[in-house]
């Protein structure tokens, strides 16, 4: 055992936990955060189980919790900000982008993090950054649409236009 301290959402929580526990597991079975899920038995490939790790998307089924001592980690529960759901959840759910929503929290997560180093992508760069996260019922297109909805109101946003 091992503990460590890892401030999830904002909220610093020191846990001592076994070595080789996953990220997921602590997120979700140590603190209940039940929005990032598990797609692929922890292969790495679905990317249902996507958050950052100091701003950055990383899958959580590919790293230990040990790994995440000291660093700051942000779940799908801590998306939205205090006026609700942002850009990115707001336009998934005006363009039709889930439909189970499995693989939404992961791929809101990657999109967050897409988004913020690419501001303006096109549907290509899009398609290209969601190559990790599976999804089996959109067929992406409306999720393609989404991201490229959110990015125009981020942008209008950020230069005072109204969305
Ligand atoms: S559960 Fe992590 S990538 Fe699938
Ligand atoms: S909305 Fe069902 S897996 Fe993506």
Sequence with gaps: MKTITVT???????????ERMLLVDF???RLA???????????????ACTVHLDGEAVKSCMMLAVQADGHAVTTVEGL?????????QRAFSNSHGLQC??????????????????PDPSDEEIRSGLVGNLCRCTGYVHIVRAVREA???MREGASGVQA
């Design 8 to 18: 999830v959402n904002g909220t610093s929580y020191e846990e001592s936990v076994p």
């Design 27 to 29: 997120l979700r079975d």
């Design 33 to 47: 955060l039940t929005g990032t899920h598990v797609g692929c038995t922890y292969e790495g490939v679905c990317g």
């Design 80 to 88: 939205a900000g205090a006026d609700g759901p942002g850009p990115l």
């Design 101 to 118: 929503g499995f693989c939404t929290p992961g791929i809101l997560m990657n999109m967050s993090d897409f988004l913020a180093r690419h």
């Design 151 to 153: 990015a125009r109101e």
